[in-house]
Each structure stands twice: as structure tokens, then as C-alpha cells.
């Protein structure tokens, strides 16, 4: 969480690498025992493989069901059941590449206890206790036989996150206007519509890599992250973006998925494009945390895509499995949208795009 003017804003992003660690035996009908999330020691490799290339494109359509969504702060929260169990309301986490539940859920439902994994959260990395989830269902989508972390719902913000594991065969389409998700399998033929951008991006595990990005000169590799509400920058970024020229910082406090606060910088940024569009006056935080070095982007300027300026959009549609992304805008021209965390609140972000019906197109 970021904790700015009193508000909180949650930082969820979940990257799992595997673990052998020893099983205590449970009676089957007994509760897990869920331990807390244990520090890992520094220099634990991450197990993660290096990530491949991306793009944006303007012809991807979502066609499946629309799911009612509620929005807490800025991002999305769908009902998902556990083993048929619920609707539990969880957090949609493009940056996560595990789905989590919330430790009320493995409780109340029994979950058996499964292999410990290293977390490598947006905040902290950890080993953490994972349960034995049969099925996950969104609407009509379903997952089966799934390990997942049991974290504080606290912590999540919400009873649980749907992350990659989830979404990796899906295609999924939030409607930050409406407040609806809709999801489709991704192994279905794509109908086109001619009101879309659509961005190709790099994959790696699910995860949605852009490549088309840049921040004021500097090019940069962007995350979509779903799971976070606040927009974060890497070092390597901060040093080629704003140097040692007089910026003006104000810092923040972050809380992972894992409970771990960290302190964030944050500055505010002349222009962000992400292919047709443009972001003018973009707050943003600036820390090496975890997933840049899980990605592979810890040496070279990069950027976790939070719901701060997901939701300036009206629609964000994500083809995990075709690496695609496309961003509709709420209105043509430009557009003036205040960001939560901008210190300044007569400070407004400006959107503007080619104004083309790729981008404007209702």
C-alpha cells in the first residue's frame, strides 16, 4: 500500500519462484497451519527465465462474458469461486504471475498445505506457505490444480488476487467506466473492431511486456500491473530521466502483498507515451523493488504500469496468450485527469492521442 493524504493504495504483484522446503503432515480434515511470510536471504536467485518481445495493435476485441466488477480505489475486483465455494471478491493482478487467496478462504475451506515458494512481492521477497486450490472460477473460465500463497486479506486488498496462473489462456477486457470485466478464452478466434490501439507486447510467464514507451527522451520497457495503484519506476529510469537537475520529490509508503512497507520517491514526469497516446504531467514513484529484477529490467529504464493510470482509460483489453494490449481513451482530444498520487491536487494529468478512432472510437 501507499499510504499518501491519508489514503492507502495497495501494491499487490505476486512473481512465485519454486522451493524445496519439507511438508509437516496434517490430519486431512484439520485446518492448514499457515506460517507468515519468512525474509529470503539476499542474492536467492529468482528462477525466473529471461522475457520475450512486445507491441501495441489496434484491432483487439473481447467477446466473452461481462462480469460485474466493483472498483476499490482504482482497481478492479471480480467475484471468483474457490472449489465452487463463494463468490469471494478478488483483486484482477496482470502483474502477478500467482493468483493468491486470502488465509480466511484456506482456513474456512480446509485447503491442504502445499510447497513453500519464494514471493517475490513488489515490496519484500519472502517465503511464503502455499494451500492446494483445486479450481478457481471466473464466470465461465476455470483453472484446476493450482498451489497458491495464503497471505492477510489485509494485505491483498481484497479476499484474494487472480494473477496470470489464471488469465495466461484468457483474454480479458476491464472496463474502467463501466465497471465490468469481461473474459474470454484466448484459444477462440479473435472477432476485430476497428475502435481499438492494440500494443504486442513481450511475455514471459503471462506478464505483458511494452516495448513502444517512452518517457520524456528516454525509452523505457513497461509492465501492465493491475494488482498495483500506484505507477513505479526503476533507478535506471530516475537516473537517465531526471539526473541531477532539480527535481521536486515527495516520498510515500508502500505495503506489498507480504505486509512489507518500503519508502517510495516520487516526482512528477513531463510526458508519457504509450504508442498513439500521451500522458502529460504523470506523477510516478521511483525504487528498485523485486519484480524488475524478476523481469530482467533492473539495469535499463523500465516501469510497473499501476491503476493510477490504468483507469484515465475508459477500456484496457489484454490477450494474454497473443500478447496484446489495446487502451481506449474516455474521451477524444485532450483530457485533464487527476492522478491519487500527485501531491499537487491542482496538478492535472493530461491525455492526448492522434485522436483517431483506434484510439476514440466508442
Known amino acids: 500500500m501507499v499510504a499518501i493524504a491519508r489514503h492507502k493504495l495497495p501494491l499487490a504483484g505476486a512473481l512465485l519462484s519454486a522451493w524445496a522446503a519439507p511438508l509437516v503432515a496434517a490430519s486431512a480434515a484439520d485446518p492448514p497451519v499457515i506460517s507468515k511470510p519468512r525474509p529470503v536471504a539476499p542474492g536467492t536467485p529468482a528462477n525466473v527465465p529471461p522475457l520475450p518481445p512486445a507491441q501495441f495493435d489496434s484491432t483487439l476485441a473481447i467477446q466473452g462474458e461481462d462480469l460485474k466488477a466493483r472498483e476499490v480505489s482504482t482497481r478492479l475486483n471480480v467475484d471468483v469461486r474457490v472449489n465452487g465455494r463463494g463468490p469471494y471478491r478478488f483483486v484482477v493482478d496482470s502483474g502477478a504471475d500467482t493468483s493468491v487467496v486470502g488465509l480466511r478462504i484456506a482456513r474456512d475451506l480446509e485447503l491442504p498445505l502445499g510447497t513453500p515458494a519464494i514471493l517475490n512481492a513488489v515490496t519484500s521477497r519472502d517465503l511464503v506457505d502455499r494451500v492446494k486450490v483445486a479450481q478457481l472460477s471466473i464466470g465461465n473460465s476455470h483453472i484446476s490444480n493450482l498451489e497458491l500463497p495464503a497471505l492477510r486479506e489485509s494485505d491483498v486488498g481484497g479476499d484474494g488476487l487472480i494473477g496470470i496462473d489464471a488469465l495466461t489462456e484468457q483474454r480479458l477486457m476491464m472496463d474502467f467506466e463501466a465497471h465490468k470485466v469481461r473474459v474470454e478464452d484466448a484459444r477462440r478466434p479473435m472477432k476485430f473492431e476497428p475502435d481499438a490501439i492494440i500494443v504486442t507486447a513481450r511475455r514471459e510467464r503471462g506478464q505483458l511486456i511494452l516495448t513502444q514507451v517512452r518517457a520524456g527522451s528516454v525509452r523505457l520497457d513497461a509492465v501492465i500491473d493491475t494488482g498495483s495503484e500506484v505507477t513505479i519506476g526503476n533507478m535506471a529510469l530516475k537516473q537517465k530521466l531526471l ?23 516520487m516526482a512528477t514526469i513531463s510526458h508519457l507515451q504509450l504508442g498513439p497516446i500521451t500522458l502529460q504531467d504523470v506523477p510516478i514513484a521511483f525504487a528498485d523493488v523485486p519484480p524488475f529484477k524478476t523481469f530482467g529490467l533492473a539495469d535499463e529504464p523500465a516501469l510497473l504500469l499501476g491503476t493510477d493510470l490504468l483507469e484515465t482509460f475508459r477500456r484496457i483489453s489484454l490477450d494474454f496468450r497473443a500478447r496484446k494490449v489495446r ?36
Open 243 to 265: 539526473g541531477r537537475r532539480g527535481t521536486r520529490f515527495w516520498t510515500v509508503e508502500a505495503v506489498g502483498v507480504t505486509g512489507v512497507a518500503v519508502k517510495l520517491q
Open 327 to 362: 487502451f481506449q481513451l474516455r474521451r477524444c482530444g485532450t483530457d485533464g485527469v487527476s492522478i491519487s498520487t500527485s501531491s499537487d491536487a491542482s496538478r492535472f494529468t493530461r491525455l492526448s492521442s492522434t485522436n483517431t478512432a483506434d484510439v476514440c472510437g466508442r
